[in-house]
């Protein structure tokens, strides 16, 4: 199982930026799917997720709002579309995924079997 996130650089606040996370080696319509970051000196937090159907989108309160994650089957995919970036979303950005997962147990890190390189993501002020 290969995850490979992409998409991360550097924008000023209030840009968009567009995340891709893409699967191989995975019957990839049965894993949920989900979004970590990690900034500098922080730990490991969970941003979104979404359940293989592409269902139960789950998002971290500091998100809501602003973030939008969605998930290509047929391409193996998942987005993750970032609206009015803050500096603190500054961070290096994980994909994970995971063939069993209870609804309530997707925001846990550890819940999650596989994981991708990170890609980073730079807001500037």
């Known amino acids: 199982v290969q995850l490979q996130a992409s998409g991360g650089g550097l924008v000023q606040a209030g840009d968009s930026l567009r995340l891709s996370c893409a699967a191989s080696?995975?019957?990839?319509?049965?894993?949920?799917v989900g979004w970590f970051r990690q900034a500098p000196g922080k730990e490991r937090e969970f941003v979104a997720a979404?359940?293989?159907?592409?269902?139960?989108?789950t998002y971290a309160d500091s998100v809501k709002g602003r973030f939008a994650v969605s998930r290509d089957n047929s391409k193996s995919t998942v987005n993750l579309q970032m609206s009015g970036l803050k500096p603190d979303d500054t961070a290096v950005y994980y994909c994970?995924?995971?063939?069993?997962?209870?609804?309530?147990?997707?925001?846990?890190?550890?819940?999650?079997?596989?994981w991708g390189r990170g890609t980073q993501v730079t807001v500037s002020s």
């Open positions: 994970a995924a995971s063939r069993q997962i209870i609804t309530s147990t997707m925001g846990r890190d550890q819940a999650y079997n596989y």
């Open positions: 080696g995975l019957n990839f319509r049965a894993y949920t």
């Open positions: 979404t359940k293989g159907n592409g269902g139960s989108l």
